[in-house]
T-cell receptor
Framework: DQQVKQNSPSLSVQEGRISILNCDYT??????FLWYKKYPAEGPTFLIS?????DKNEDGRFTVFLNKSAKHLSLHIVPSQPGDSAVYFC??????????FGDGTTLTVKP | DTEVTQTPKHLVMGMTNKKSLKCEQH?????MYWYKQKAKKPPELMFV???????INESVPSRFSPECPNSSLLNLHLHALQPEDSALYLC?????????????FGQGTRLTVV
């Protein structure tokens, strides 16, 4: 049973446009959500997070939206840049401190 | 210093070998993690250490043996591995084992079992 799902394995967007990456979860005990970015041959790096008591968190070009009733979150990147090309993992945590990751979405931003 | 350093970066070992993976952080974090990641799959949690004590073992086979000698170091001892254990092994650390903090990951050790 996969509790965190990223249904789009890949996404391609033009430089300057918006990238929207989606994530769905099934476990209602998750109350903290994170996005990580991973370049080849490197470990994941933290990008942005959101607590379940919020519905939006913004950090520069990156905004995460949380819809608790739909158990859905999304990451918006605007404007997208070629350096944003990477694999993006959605992760969800319970208050026990364990994080569950989605399968990842490979974002390609074309110049 | 916001780095988590893992050594070696690559490791090839036979099924009868004994080897160790090492992880080091100097951020004063008191929670450290081992993850296993297969190709095109998400990282899967193996072990969690909190204040140098093992707090979570995700039913990992005993051929993987973690060790936390001090608050900065985390080892993963490997013995009698199988080819299906070939994967990227990631170490991560957090300020504390709390749900609402982010993890800092190392670059990983690419392990191949032959």
């Amino acid at each position: 049973d996969q509790q965190v799902k990223q249904n789009s394995p890949s996404l391609s967007v033009q430089e300057g446009r918006i990238s929207i990456l989606n994530c769905d979860y099934t476990n209602s005990m998750f109350d903290y959500f994170l996005w990580y970015k991973k370049y080849p041959a490197e470990g994941p790096t933290f990008l942005i997070s959101i607590s379940s008591i919020k519905d939006k968190n913004e950090d520069g070009r990156f905004t995460v939206f949380l819809n608790k009733s739909a158990k859905h979150l999304s990451l918006h990147i605007v404007p997208s840049q070629p350096g944003d090309s990477a694999v993006y993992f959605c992760a969800a945590s319970t208050n026990a401190g364990k994080s569950t990751f989605g399968d990842g979405t490979t974002l390609t931003v074309k110049p | 210093d916001t780095e988590v350093t893992q050594t070696p970066k690559h490791l090839v070992m036979g099924m009868t070998n004994k080897k160790s993976l090492k992880c080091e952080q100097h951020m004063g974090h008191r929670a450290m993690y081992w993850y296993k990641q297969k190709a095109k799959k998400p990282p899967e949690l193996m072990f969690v250490y909190s204040y140098e004590k093992l707090s979570i073992n995700e039913s990992v086979p005993s051929r993987f043996s973690p060790e936390c000698p001090n608050s900065s170091l985390l080892n993963l001892h490997l013995h009698a591995l199988q080819p299906e254990d070939s994967a990227l092994y990631l170490c991560a650390s957090k300020d504390r084992v709390l749900w609402n903090t982010e993890a800092f990951f190392g670059q990983g050790t690419r392990l191949t079992v032959v």
